[in-house]
C-alpha cells in the first residue's frame, strides 16, 4: 500500500470552481507539503505545515489554502480556480532526512 | 533568495558516466537532496549529504563542498531506464526544501 496517497489523480474544471485536492500519509510523519510543478520550472511550494497546529504560506501561495485536519491528513484548496493554476500537483511528507511523494494530481483548468 | 541552478538538459550513452551539476545559495544551507523523477510520475529519493565529500550508494554517487555551494550527482554504467529528470533540492533551516528547476538526463543506445 502506498504511503501518501493523493486524490483525485487527475481533474478538469472550469474557471471560477472551487477545488480541493486532498492527501493521506501513514508513514506518521508530522510534516507535510503541497506542491505544484509545472515544465522546466521545477517543484515549487505552496503550503507546508509541521504539525496539526501549524500552516505556513511557501513561495507561491497566492489563490491557494490549505486544512491540516489532523496529522495525517493535509488538503489543497483553489477557491476559484483559474486557467494558470493547470499543473501537476504533488503532496509530500518528511522525517529529518527525506521527503516522501504522492503520485501526484493532474488538474486542467479550461 | 534560495536560487538552485541545474543544467536543463544532459545527453549520455547506454554505459558511459554522466556528472549533474547543482548551485545552490549556501545561507542557512541544512542538508541537500538528489531525486531521481521519471515523467508522469512522483520523485523518489536517491541521495542525501550534509558534510562535505563523496556518498556512494550501488551506481549512484553523491558530492557536496558545503563552502562552494557545489553538489554533483554522478551516475555510473547508465542504463536506459536511468532517463529521467534529476531534482536537485536544498533544505534550508525551519526544514524548507528549494528544488531546482530539474536536468532532463536522456540515455542513448
Known amino acids: 500500500d502506498a504511503d501518501v496517497t493523493q486524490t483525485p489523480r487527475n481533474r478538469i474544471t472550469k474557471t471560477g470552481k472551487r477545488i480541493m485536492l486532498e492527501c493521506s500519509q501513514t508513514?506518521?510523519?508530522?510534516?507535510m507539503y503541497w506542491y505544484r510543478q509545472d515544465p522546466g520550472l521545477g517543484l515549487r511550494l505552496i503550503y507546508y505545515?509541521?504539525?496539526?497546529?501549524?500552516?505556513n504560506k511557501g513561495e507561491i501561495s497566492d489563490g491557494y489554502s490549505v486544512s491540516r485536519q489532523a496529522q495525517a491528513k493535509f488538503s489543497l484548496s483553489l477557491e476559484s480556480a483559474i486557467p494558470n493554476q493547470t499543473a501537476l500537483y504533488f503532496c509530500?511528507?518528511?522525517?529529518?532526512?527525506?521527503?516522501?511523494f504522492g503520485p501526484g494530481t493532474r488538474l486542467t483548468v479550461l | 533568495g534560495q536560487n538552485i541552478d541545474q543544467p536543463t538538459e544532459m545527453t549520455a550513452t547506454e554505459g558511459a558516466i554522466v556528472q549533474i551539476n547543482c548551485t545552490y545559495q549556501t545561507s542557512g544551507f541544512n542538508g541537500l537532496f538528489w531525486y531521481q523523477q521519471h515523467a508522469g510520475e512522483a520523485p523518489t529519493f536517491l541521495s542525501y549529504n550534509v558534510l562535505d565529500g563523496l556518498e556512494e550508494k550501488g551506481r549512484f554517487s553523491s558530492f557536496l563542498s558545503r563552502s562552494k555551494g557545489y553538489s554533483y550527482l554522478l551516475l555510473k554504467e547508465l542504463q536506459m531506464k536511468d532517463s529521467a529528470s534529476y531534482l536537485c533540492?536544498?533544505?534550508?533551516?525551519?526544514?524548507?526544501?528549494?528544488f531546482g528547476p530539474g536536468t532532463r538526463l536522456s540515455v542513448l543506445p
Open positions: 509530500a511528507t518528511s522525517d529529518i532526512n527525506e521527503q516522501f
Open positions: 505545515s509541521f504539525d496539526v497546529k501549524d500552516i
Open positions: 508513514k506518521g510523519h508530522d510534516r
Open positions: 533540492a536544498v533544505r534550508f533551516y525551519g526544514q524548507n526544501f528549494v
